[in-house]
Each structure stands twice: as C-alpha cells, then as structure tokens.
C-alpha cells in the first residue's frame, strides 16, 4: 500500500495473485502507462527444433504444390506488434518465408515473338 490507498505491485506473479487472491471476481482497478513493444523473430531454429527440416535442405526441399520452380526455405520470421492505451489493446502478427530459387536449375525463359502481322488496341479508361 503506498498510502493513497493504491497497491503497488513489483512483479507480474504478485499482480496476478492479488486479481485472484481470494476467488472472487471482483472488479479492480489497474491503472497502466500507455506502451507498444514490436519484436522480430526468426522461427528457422524453432522450426528446426521442432523436426521441420526438410523444407531448409536445398537438397530435399520438395515445395512443388506451392510453384513449379525448384525452392526451398531459407527463413521463417515473424513480427509482431502489442500496444496498449487508453482506448484498449491492439495486437498482431505476421509471418513469412524467405524462399530460395535453385540457380542450377534455371526455368526456361519465356519468349515472346511478334513476327507476323498483329492488332493492338490503347483504350482510354472511365475517368
């Protein structure tokens, strides 16, 4: 208690003993600085760790329902973004994949001729 009539509370484990402390949901009062934290994270390892390997070998990589080039996964990273303030509390997150292209196994280029007689047409849009 610092005297005002407030609990101050040092660590998170005591704030959430003190919200449950007696069973009894009663209405509280906390009152905190406005914050944002964004973190970046790079989940290669987690997914590693967690026996999702083959996606990382350039060698056993088979991504061949995703495109018909020959890729492998180089990164997976995340970010994420929590901020609190007097309106409320906004979080969210997005992942993504760095893919890497086999350069030993080069597509064929496209190629396009126009030879022969041809039409085009330039239209003007609604505006």
Not at 99 to 110: R, T
């Amino acid at each position: 208690n610092n005297g005002a009539g407030l609990l101050t509370v040092s660590t998170l484990d005591s704030l959430i003993c003190l919200m449950i402390s007696d069973g009894v949901q009663k209405k509280k009062s906390i009152f905190l600085p406005r914050f944002s934290v964004e973190m970046n994270m790079d989940f290669s390892e987690v997914l590693r760790a967690e026996g999702v390997t083959n996606c990382f070998n350039r060698e056993s990589a088979n991504l061949s329902r995703l495109a018909h080039d020959i890729l492998y996964v180089q990164a997976v990273e995340q970010k994420a973004v929590f901020k609190v303030d007097e309106d409320g509390t906004l979080a969210a997150a997005c992942e993504w994949c760095d893919v890497g292209y086999l350069m030993g196994v080069a597509p064929k280029p496209l190629v396009l001729t126009f030879d022969h007689p041809f039409i085009y047409i330039l239209l003007r849009g609604p505006d």
